[in-house]
């Protein structure tokens, strides 16, 4: 690759200067402007960073116009086909694929850590009854700071490996809790004997007053459908954990920020929007009149579940969700979906659709995985939670690459300031 400097000029001068070219393993090059304050007295326009890289990063790649993503360099598709969403983990995490022996010692972890504080139970049970499960989730999550205040030092390399295990291993049993909660169903303690998905399901389904057994389909759906929503380079939830965690709060405040940001219906938070809106669209015939309203910029409707800041490409997670609805619906014996139908329809029509190719408008992650979480009865208010379960792999993974860098600065981005220039106070008598 070309690392040739970009020439600039300072107008006030005439001075000429360069600014260096970076260039990754893959991808296109970056021009480093974090001298231009100095060196130039400017600062860069980019509202909502649609041409800034952030920071420099080893776990994830896109390439948004192949509809490449990697983790770690390993494609997707083929972690998708032949690994699990616990090996994924530690590969985002520690950088390489384990051993069988480093797999199981960390299987083995995450499981010794599922269980939750009783208080955090009960300050969970506090809710009311309708409170939406990201508010609750993202609130526990953030006080688990109130109860490992012992083992937070973010310059301690075994805190920070510690929290990793206790926050990936807890969100599945914070989550049942609040769906538990909701149902007004007593909470149902996790089972060392099985695997993550396995026991998640096992809390959210099992009652004590009869025996239940996980589906093995609906366990591997899931774990196939984590492993695919477990990291998206600097996505915005990422962004935010990063930005928080650069001021050395510590690491339950970081990630509850993050659950906070995927609650969005831009973001995750669209998982669930899709199904209210095809629920809405309630039938082929209705397709045109919605696409309509999504191109009507007055509307305030978009297609819930299309579209990407990276992707101008099919999303390939949305490739295999599709599939994967296809093989799931048939297992389950759900093979009539009218909802899944739909889902098809509308893509099928809004890939034709001159809007909608022009701007290179295609399904994204959440549009299809919706339908799989509903085919395995999980409440349409747990879809952006079951995100953020598999999200916590990601976050973690940027997080702990962030602040084991020892040039660690606080996140702090400049404005184009355009408010009043300088003016006098004037008392309130004289207004
Ligand atoms: C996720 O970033 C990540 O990596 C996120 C994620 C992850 O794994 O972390 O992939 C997960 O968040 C997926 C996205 C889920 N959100 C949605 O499905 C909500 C619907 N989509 C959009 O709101 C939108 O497409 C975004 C938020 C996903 C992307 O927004 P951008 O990059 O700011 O795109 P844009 O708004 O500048 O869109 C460009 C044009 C605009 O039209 P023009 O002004 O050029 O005429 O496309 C239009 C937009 O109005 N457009 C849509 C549309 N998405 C974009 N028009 C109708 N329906 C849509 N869904």
Same mark, same amino acid.
């Given at each position: 690759?070309?690392?040739?400097?970009?020439?600039?000029?300072?107008?006030?001068?005439?001075?000429?200067?360069?600014?260096?070219?970076?260039?990754?393993?893959?991808?296109?090059?970056?021009?480093?402007?974090?001298?231009?304050?100095?060196?130039?007295?400017?600062?860069?326009?980019?509202?909502?960073?649609?041409?800034?890289?952030?920071?420099?990063?080893?776990?994830?790649?896109?390439?948004?116009?192949?509809?490449?993503?990697?983790?770690?360099?390993?494609?997707?598709?083929?972690?998708?086909?032949?690994?699990?969403?616990?090996?994924?983990?530690?590969?985002?995490?520690?950088?390489?694929?384990?051993?069988?022996?480093?797999?199981?010692?960390?299987?083995?972890?995450?499981?010794?850590?599922?269980?939750?504080?009783?208080?955090?139970?009960?300050?969970?049970?506090?809710?009311?009854?309708?409170?939406?499960?990201?508010?609750?989730?993202?609130?526990?999550?953030?006080?688990?700071?109130?109860?490992?205040?012992?083992?937070?030092?973010?310059?301690?390399?075994?805190?920070? #490996? *510690?929290? $990793?295990?206790?926050? !990936?291993? /807890?969100?599945?049993?914070? &989550?049942?809790?609040?769906?538990? =909660?909701?149902?007004?169903?007593?909470?149902?303690?996790?089972?060392?004997?099985?695997?993550?998905?396995?026991?998640?399901?096992?809390?959210?389904?099992?009652?004590?007053?009869?025996?239940?057994?996980?589906?093995?389909?609906?366990?591997?759906?899931?774990?196939?459908?984590?492993?695919?929503?477990?990291?998206?380079?600097?996505?915005?939830?990422?962004?935010?954990?990063?930005?928080?965690?650069?001021?050395?709060?510590?690491?339950?405040?970081?990630?509850?920020?993050?659950?906070?940001?995927?609650?969005?219906?831009?973001?995750?938070?669209?998982?669930?929007?899709?199904?209210?809106?095809?629920? #809405? *669209?309630? $039938?082929?015939?209705? !397709?045109? /009149?919605?696409?309509?309203? &999504?191109?009507?910029?007055?509307? =305030?409707?978009?297609?819930?579940?299309?579209?990407?800041?990276?992707?101008?490409?099919?999303?390939?997670?949305?490739?295999?969700?599709?599939?994967?609805?296809?093989?799931?619906?048939?297992?389950?014996?759900?093979?009539?979906?009218?909802?899944?139908?739909?889902?098809?329809?509308?893509?099928?029509?809004?890939?034709?659709?001159?809007?909608?190719?022009?701007?290179?408008?295609?399904?994204?992650?959440?549009?299809?995985?919706?339908?799989?979480?509903?085919?395995?009865?999980?409440?349409?208010?747990?879809?952006?939670?079951?995100?953020?379960?598999?999200?916590?792999?990601?976050?973690?993974?940027?997080?702990?690459?962030?602040?084991?860098?020892?040039?660690?600065?606080?996140?702090?981005?400049?404005?184009?300031?355009?408010?009043?220039?300088?003016?006098?106070?004037?008392?309130?008598?004289?207004?």
């Amino acid at each position: 690759m070309d690392n040739k400097p970009f020439e600039l000029a300072n107008p006030a001068t005439g001075v000429k200067s360069l600014l260096p070219v970076r260039a990754g393993t893959i991808g296109p090059q970056v021009l480093d402007i974090s001298g231009l304050p100095k060196d130039h007295g400017v600062f860069t326009f980019d509202p909502a960073f649609g041409a800034t890289a952030s920071c420099e990063s080893k776990i994830t790649y896109i390439d948004g116009d192949a509809g490449v993503l990697l983790y770690r360099g390993y494609p997707v598709d083929q972690l998708a086909a032949h690994s699990s969403f616990m090996e994924v983990a530690y590969l985002l995490i520690y950088g390489n694929l384990p051993s069988a022996k480093e797999l199981d010692t960390y299987r083995g972890s995450i499981t010794r850590h599922t269980m939750i504080n009783e208080s955090l139970l009960r300050f969970t049970n506090g809710f009311h009854h309708n409170a939406h499960p990201m508010a609750m989730v993202s609130a526990v999550v953030a006080s688990m700071s109130a109860f490992y205040y012992d083992s937070m030092d973010i310059h301690d390399p075994r805190h920070r #490996e *510690i929290f $990793s295990h206790r926050i !990936i291993a /807890k969100l599945p049993t914070i &989550a049942a809790a609040a769906h538990k =909660h909701a149902l007004g169903q007593p909470f149902i303690y996790p089972r060392n004997d099985l695997a993550y998905c396995a026991n998640m399901l096992n809390m959210f389904f099992a009652v004590p007053c009869e025996p239940y057994e996980v589906d093995p389909v609906a366990a591997q759906a899931l774990d196939l459908l984590f492993i695919l929503h477990a990291d998206h380079e600097q996505n915005a939830s990422t962004s935010t954990v990063r930005l928080a965690g650069s001021t050395g709060t510590n690491p339950y405040a970081a990630i509850s920020a993050g659950v906070s940001a995927l609650w969005g219906p831009a973001h995750g938070g669209a998982n669930e929007a899709v199904l209210d809106m095809l629920e #809405e *669209i309630g $039938s082929a015939a209705n !397709i045109p /009149k919605f696409l309509d309203m &999504a191109k009507d910029k007055s509307s =305030h409707f978009k297609l819930m579940g299309f579209g990407h800041r990276v992707y101008k490409n099919f999303d390939p997670r949305a490739k295999i969700i599709r599939e994967m609805c296809h093989k799931v619906l048939a297992k389950l014996g759900q093979t009539d979906n009218p909802l899944f139908e739909l889902a098809l329809r509308l893509e099928e029509i809004a890939l034709k659709d001159e809007y909608f190719v022009s701007r290179k408008l295609y399904p994204n992650v959440d549009f299809y995985s919706g339908i799989i979480y509903s085919a395995l009865k999980i409440p349409r208010s747990m879809y952006t939670v079951m995100f953020a379960i598999a999200r916590t792999v990601g976050w973690v993974a940027h997080w702990l690459e962030m602040i084991s860098d020892p040039a660690m600065r606080i996140g702090r981005p400049r404005q184009l300031y355009t408010g009043p220039t300088q003016r006098d106070y004037v008392a309130v008598a004289k207004r």
